[in-house]
Nanobody
């Protein structure tokens, strides 16, 4: 079992930055692929970024070059640094963990956090 708790969301002006954190319980954190997803009002949840145990990363096209995912295994924590935020980035952001390998589809994630709201004002 793995429990995930996100933090760091809030209200920010367009062009600003936020850093989201996700702390995981459990001693095997380093073996999980970690992902960030988001869900905007009226839309389906979508992939944002993924990081493997050895820090290989994947990004959605819409955030590439603006967002950076990283992890600190010693602290059981994964981060999402979000720069140059746009109103379209407004969503609830979720942290998730997967035991699979490679680029993992959303349905391949076993554990999910409760989400943190990010609101970007224009």
């Amino acid at each position: 079992q793995l429990q995930l708790v996100e933090s760091g969301g809030g209200l920010v002006q367009a062009g600003g930055s936020l850093r989201l954190s996700c702390v995981a319980s459990g001693r095997t954190f380093r073996s999980y692929i970690m992902g960030w997803f988001r869900q905007a009002p009226g839309k389906e949840r979508e992939f944002v970024a993924q990081i493997s145990w050895n820090s290989n990363t994947y990004y959605a096209h819409s955030v590439k070059g603006r967002f950076t995912i990283s992890r600190e295994n010693a602290k059981n924590t994964v981060y999402l640094q979000m720069n140059s935020l746009e109103s379209e980035d407004t969503a609830v952001y979720y942290c998730a963990a997967s035991t699979l390998e490679g680029q993992v589809p959303q349905e391949g994630y076993n554990y999910w956090g409760q989400g943190t709201q990010v609101t970007v004002s224009s």
